[in-house]
């Protein structure tokens, strides 16, 4: 509460300040570190900046989540997309920001030239993890299910992928 209070502060983090937890009906990700801020926060507010992601397609707000970890190479070495899913089993944030106002198209996360980064003045809100990922796959012409991780968390019930059955609505501001 006391964050708050100052307006947030910004905190690094090392092995020191991670404890390890296990995450639940997990499949590859049965243990991982976490920040303690996280650990005891009240409230997580996920705020990702839409890419293109070599290895997962896209990073959006489940991949996001990987910044809360300590051994994220752990991830890479054990079915990435399953851990991502998996991680979601343990910590759902209580609302997710998709920054999609400029969005690197091709060649994430590594780096982009400029012509690689679309202007698209988006910004995607939602508490379900899945569902706002899920949407922000549109914006690649994609669907849900070419996001393995996407897929996967679904299949976990962590939340739905399904844009048919979702509540999307759309606000143009100029």
């Known amino acids: 509460m006391e ?3 100052q307006g947030g502060v910004c905190q690094n983090s090392s092995r020191k ?7 639940p ?23 990702p900046v839409l890419k293109n992601h070599r290895g997962t397609h896209l990073t959006i707000a489940m991949k996001n989540l990987m910044g809360i970890v300590w051994d994220r190479l752990a991830y890479h070495s054990n079915d990435l997309d399953q851990c991502i899913a998996d991680f979601c089993l343990y ?17 994430g996360p590594q780096g982009s030239v400029p012509g690689n980064a679309v202007l698209k003045k988006t910004l995607l809100i939602s508490e379900d993890l899945v569902a706002i990922d899920a949407a922000a796959t549109k914006i690649f012409g994609m669907k849900p299910e070419e996001v393995r991780y996407i897929k996967v968390a679904n299949e ?15 606000h143009v501001i100029s």
């Open 3 to 5: 964050y708050s209070l």
């Open 17 to 23: 300040t991670c404890y390890k937890v296990e995450v």
């Open 25 to 47: 009906g997990a499949k590859s990700l049965k243990k991982t570190a976490v920040h303690e801020l996280v650990l005891e926060s009240d409230v997580l507010i996920n705020i």
């Open 91 to 107: 910590k759902k944030p209580d609302l997710n920001i998709v920054d999609a106002y400029r969005v690197m198209m091709k060649d």
């Open 156 to 170: 976990l019930g962590i939340g739905n992928m399904n844009l048919n059955e979702l509540k999307i609505k759309k």
